[in-house]
């Protein structure tokens, strides 16, 4: 069966400081992966996708970015963190159509 | 298409009574529906789903029902319990770029009062 990790669960780091975070599907291979972010009390914002190794899509400009090493790890990352990119950052995958599945997410708070 | 900038609509339900979660879309090609609960601190899961070739699919006591003409999806939750109480979303399939992508609405806040 299929299985999708994140981690860390949750991460607290100063404004300037870099971000990673990683996500990791088992049980498939060439899933499209997705990063979302969702505000506290708000709905899901698409951040990058991913159809393939090396292939990324930015849905909405901004100081983060994404890397696809690995045909199913899937890493948003940043240099200089904002105040403004706390939030719940969730990962999913899906195979091409249908379903897509979530991962646990991870709470980022920047301070 | 997504509105992440605008606060979650609620809604309130008696324990045992049935609820109605409704859902705007607005790509009249969007061939694919899905339904996803999130409860807090956890990531959205699957509820249920629906192609456009249907107007109504029924699962353990949920239903959804979709309506193209006015581009209109709801779910529906038959004898509602507290486990009930989330976060509910609804997402459309549009095909864009050579990748197939959910777009997800606002969400409703479920709350069951016992």
């Known amino acids: 069966s299929q299985t999708i990790h994140q981690w860390p669960a949750t991460l607290v780091q100063p404004v300037g400081s870099p971000l990673s975070l990683e996500c990791t599907v088992e049980?498939?291979?060439?899933?499209?992966l997705y990063w979302y972010r969702q505000a506290a009390g708000r709905g899901l914002q698409l951040l990058f996708y991913s159809i393939g190794i090396d292939q990324i899509s930015s849905e909405v400009p901004q100081n983060l970015s994404a890397s696809r090493p690995q045909d199913r790890q899937f890493i948003l990352s940043s240099k200089k963190l904002l105040l403004s990119d706390s939030g719940f950052y969730l990962c999913a995958w899906r195979p091409g159509y249908g379903e897509q599945f979530f991962g646990p997410g991870t709470r980022l708070t920047v301070l | 298409g997504e509105s992440v900038g605008l606060h979650l609509p609620t809604l309130s339900v008696q324990e045992g009574d049935n609820s109605i979660i409704n859902c705007a879309y607005s790509?009249?090609?969007?061939?694919?529906f899905i339904w996803y609960k999130q409860e807090s601190g956890k990531g959205p899961q699957f509820i249920i789903d629906?192609?456009?070739?249907?107007d109504k699919r029924q699962g353990q006591r949920v239903t959804v029902l979709l309506n193209k003409t006015v581009k209109h999806l709801s779910l529906q939750i038959a004898a509602t319990q507290p486990g009930d109480s989330a976060v509910y979303f609804c997402?459309?399939?549009?095909?864009?770029?050579?990748?197939?992508?959910?777009?997800f609405g606002t969400g409703t806040r479920l709350t069951v009062i016992p």
């Open positions: 049980g498939t291979s060439n899933p499209n």
């Open positions: 629906i192609r456009s070739n249907m």
């Open positions: 997402a459309e399939n549009s095909i864009q770029t050579g990748a197939n992508n959910l777009f």
């Open positions: 790509n009249s090609a969007s061939d694919y």
